[in-house]
């Protein structure tokens, strides 16, 4: 069990120190949640925009 922290310090010491996170860090998984919730913001906000403009289109008309 000693491992397992020792691992997971490590892990997060290499972070600290050179921005990169190995395959098994717990903040890897932190990260990539972060950015999906980004990437899906993103997207949400593109389709909100187009949709106005559309809108704005359709009244024209």
């Known amino acids: 069990m000693g491992d ?3 691992k997971k310090k490590k892990c ?6 050179k921005g990169t996170m190995c395959s098994n860090c717990p903040l890897q998984a932190e990260e990539d949640k ?3 919730k980004d990437k899906k913001d993103k997207k949400d906000k593109k389709k909100e925009k187009k949709e106005k403009k559309d809108k704005k ?3 024209k008309k």
Do not use: R, V
């Not at 997060?12 to 120190?17: F, Q, R, T």
């Open 12 to 17: 997060c010491e290499a972070y600290l120190k």
């Open 4 to 6: 397992g922290t020792k």
């Open 57 to 59: 289109k359709s009244i």
């Open 34 to 36: 972060k950015d999906k």
